[in-house]
């Protein structure tokens, strides 16, 4: 059995603004958009290539902790990896999002700024300073199999 896609779906009271939001600022391509009776609408947009991480309690904390000094982050979180950290970030809030915590240097070797964004998601942007192979070497990395 192949999982073949991750879709995230998330309501958003303001369909117009979350639309522009992730697809016009954030830059995430319009896959296809459907619409239905009583004004039911749908967009799908690429975000590249999905994951889904799996983090237990401690791990969450300590993520909070190194990229914004506190705990912040609801239960869910959706993290975008983007080519400059800065700029994205300088973008997003410019297009209305409130930044939590600026771009910070993990020690995972990731450039990571955390928003508060339409549709009531609570978002990370990073950039990865170092290729996967470079970051495999460092303590804490790996796989659990």
Known sequence: MTVRQLRLVVEAEDYEAALAFYRDVLGLPEQAAFSGDD???????DAGRATLEIANPAQKKMIDDV????????????????????????RLVSAG?????????????SLNARLDAPAALHITVFQELRSLEERQELDGFGTEH
Do not use: H, S
Not at 97 to 109: F, K
């Open 39 to 45: 004004g039911a609408r749908v967009a799908i947009l």
């Open 67 to 90: 990229e914004v000094g506190r705990q912040v982050a609801p239960r869910i979180r959706v993290a975008f990896e983007v080519d400059d950290a800065r700029e994205t970030t300088e």
């Open 97 to 109: 999002a409130a930044e939590v915590a600026p771009p910070t240097r993990t020690p995972w070797q």
